[in-house]
């Protein structure tokens, strides 16, 4: 069993940076692939970045590449969002999730993630 919870959200302006956190329980947190999801008012929910369990594979959505950086600490249980250059169209309620290691499933599937955090709140002004 792994629990989620998210931090670090909050009211920015446009080209602030910012870093989100998802801090995991339990001690078997290494064994899943994790990704970072956000979902803006009246739009349905979509993939931003994903890491393999041990950090060897990332990938990210088009609208973020170059400027938002995934990474994990298996040994602190915590997946990280660093995004820099935010602007307005960012603003949405990013989750966190984990889910079981499947090299054949496609990361930005929201359906193989089968553990989600509460949600941080990301508002960025122009």
């Known amino acids: 069993q792994v629990q989620l919870v998210e931090s670090g959200g909050g009211l920015m302006q446009a080209g602030d940076s910012l870093r989100l956190s998802c801090a995991a329980s339990g001690r078997i947190f290494w064994v899943y692939d994790a990704g970072w999801f956000r979902q803006a008012p009246g739009k349905e929910r979509e993939f931003v970045a994903f890491?393999?369990?041990?950090?060897?594979?990332?990938y990210y959505a088009d609208s973020v590449k170059g400027r938002f950086t995934i990474s994990r600490d298996n040994l602190k249980n915590t997946v990280y969002l660093q995004m820099n250059s935010l602007k307005p169209e960012d603003t949405a309620v990013y989750y966190c999730a984990v889910g079981p290691a499947n090299p054949g499933s496609p990361y930005y599937d929201s359906n193989n993630y089968n553990t989600w955090g509460q949600g941080t709140q990301v508002t960025v002004s122009s």
């Open positions: 890491i393999s369990r041990n950090s060897y594979n990332t």
